[in-house]
């Protein structure tokens, strides 16, 4: 083996790792910068801010409806004091 056929395959080899190792970035999420630090593309998630939010989107349906529709005043008010209740 020469010279040029021991560069060939060190070139091959190290263009075969950067495949390799951009295949597995993309498949965890992983993004390279200009200067080559590793972020994460997505945060990871929170269950608990997750639950939070949801609480808050059910909420502010509730709020929606009983500003959106045509009821009585005494019925209004029932409503909400029995969200209060909750």
Sequence with gaps: MNLWTA???IVALVC???IIKSRHRAKNGI???WMGS???IAPPTNPELEREV???RERVKV???IA???RETRRLSAE???LREK
């Design 16 to 18: 075969v790792a950067e």
């Design 31 to 33: 993004a390279v910068d």
């Design 80 to 82: 909400i004091e029995s």
């Design 38 to 40: 590793e972020k994460p």
């Design 54 to 56: 949801e609480e808050l």
């Design 68 to 70: 959106t529709e045509d």
């Design 7 to 9: 560069i060939v395959i």
């Design 63 to 65: 709020l929606e409806r």
